[in-house]
């Protein structure tokens, strides 16, 4: 988590506490709050799909392009960690040769504040042997985290690993 995102909680928990005291209608204002929050939860966790249809240009430039350009990503099928575009580009050449295409299986998805989320869960991808032709799938847990900038949602932190069990 980014000191910017402690620092939007922190803000964000003072001023809930600070409006669940000073209003009397809190009730009806919590519920229109948890209708939009919900709204929320599905468009976060609908940013997977943009990432997974990114993947399926082949163009690791065009994933790229939803990271942050100081991102972080843990990948799946690399021991490197990546650290700026230029390494997610790296990695995304070589994982995009395998023709992954993601489904995702479990997602929790935590809304900061209205410019930071954290989808976390579990996804598989089949992924295609470029040489053979041979298919297989690989399950793995994930963690995205996003801040919106320019009414644009980013991916500032990527892990993904491979089920210890699988």
């Known amino acids: 988590m980014t000191r910017r995102s402690i620092t939007k909680r922190a803000v964000i928990v003072t001023a809930t506490a600070f409006v669940a005291v000073g209003t ?3 009730g009806v ?3 229109g709050q ?3 929050k919900e ?5 976060v966790a609908a940013l997977f799909d943009t990432w997974n249809a990114a993947l399926q240009t082949g163009d690791p ?3 790229a392009d939803l990271y942050e350009k100081n991102a972080v990503l843990l ?3 690399s021991n490197k960690v990546r650290t700026d575009r230029a390494e997610i ?3 995304f050449d070589h994982f995009l ?3 992954p295409v993601g489904k995702k299986i479990q997602t929790i998805v935590d809304i900061l504040d209205s410019d930071s989320a954290i989808d976390t869960g579990v996804y598989e991808f089949t992924l295609t042997d470029p040489g053979t032709g041979e298919k297989r799938v690989v399950e793995a847990r994930y963690t995205y985290v996003y801040e919106k900038t320019d009414d644009k949602w980013l991916i500032v932190n990527h892990h993904s690993s491979a089920m210890p069990e699988g």
């Open 24 to 26: 009397v209608s809190a």
């Open 29 to 31: 204002g919590l519920a």
């Open 34 to 36: 948890e209708s939009s």
């Open 39 to 43: 709204t929320s939860k599905k468009q």
């Open 61 to 63: 430039d065009k994933v």
């Open 75 to 77: 990948p799946t099928v």
């Open 89 to 91: 580009v790296d990695y």
């Open 97 to 99: 040769q395998n023709k």
